[in-house]
């Protein structure tokens, strides 16, 4: 099955700055890759996601990248605010013939003040 | 819409007890998901259904726990009887087209 890693496990960011979060797949076969955020007592709220056929996706202040050859993705966060601190996870699947996500550990980011 | 409704959203409960959750997924959506978050072990996959057709059940953890989705508007996780070990927040999610929306979630904590 799908194995996502995901790196940093936790990120403290100064507000303003930019934070970058790294993930890795195995199965050559994904082809979705959304990332969640969670907030405390909230369940993971779907922030932006990118297919395979695109290699970057960008929506104000979040941008996801996507390296099928290396079979890794990045979300990038640029002028961080304190509303930003959360739990950020990265999934992969492949629809049509598996919609099941594989979920990497996630990565706690603060953003100080 | 209002988005994935789950109730309740937390539930206090005595070991050996019946518990129920509940799950009402996004209208239109045709796949619904059953998830399980704990600190230990982060968030698992339980089950999830097609067409109101239970698909992949491999991630139940014992035959104490069973789910139904009886019609696309409702679906429910079952377990019976209730241990310690079952406390953790359960998350329904449901999907049109490989995007998964995820409900607030239960709370669930066994005494």
């Known amino acids: 099955g799908e194995n996502v890693e995901q790196h940093p496990s936790t990120l403290s960011v100064q507000e303003g700055d930019s934070a970058v979060i790294k993930c890795t797949y195995s199965d050559s076969a994904s082809n979705y890759f959304p990332w969640y955020k969670q907030e405390l007592g909230k369940g993971p709220q779907l922030i932006i996601d990118?297919?395979?056929?695109?290699g970057e996706k960008k929506d104000q202040r979040i941008a996801v990248t996507l390296n099928k050859t290396a079979k890794h993705f990045s979300l990038h966060i640029t002028e961080t605010q304190p509303e930003d601190s959360a739990v950020y996870f990265c999934?992969?699947?492949?629809?049509?013939?598996?919609?099941?996500?594989?979920f990497g550990a996630g990565t706690t980011v603060t953003v100080r003040a | 819409d209002a988005g994935v409704i789950q109730s309740p959203r937390h539930e206090v409960t005595e070991m050996g007890q019946e518990v129920t959750l509940r799950c009402k997924p996004i209208?239109?959506?045709?796949?619904l998901f059953w998830y399980r978050q704990t600190m230990m072990r982060g968030l698992e996959l339980l089950i999830y259904f097609n067409n109101n057709v239970p698909i992949d059940d491999s991630g139940m953890p014992e035959d104490r726990f069973s789910a139904k989705m009886p019609n696309a508007s409702f679906s429910t996780l079952k377990i019976q009887p209730s241990e310690p070990r079952d406390s953790a927040v359960y998350f329904c999610?449901?999907?049109?087209?490989?995007?998964?929306?995820f409900g607030p979630g239960t709370r669930l904590t066994v005494t």
């Open positions: 990118i297919r395979s056929n695109v």
């Open positions: 999934a992969a699947s492949s629809p049509p013939n598996d919609y099941k996500l594989s």
């Open positions: 999610a449901s999907s049109l087209d490989g995007e998964q929306y």
């Open positions: 209208s239109g959506h045709d796949y």
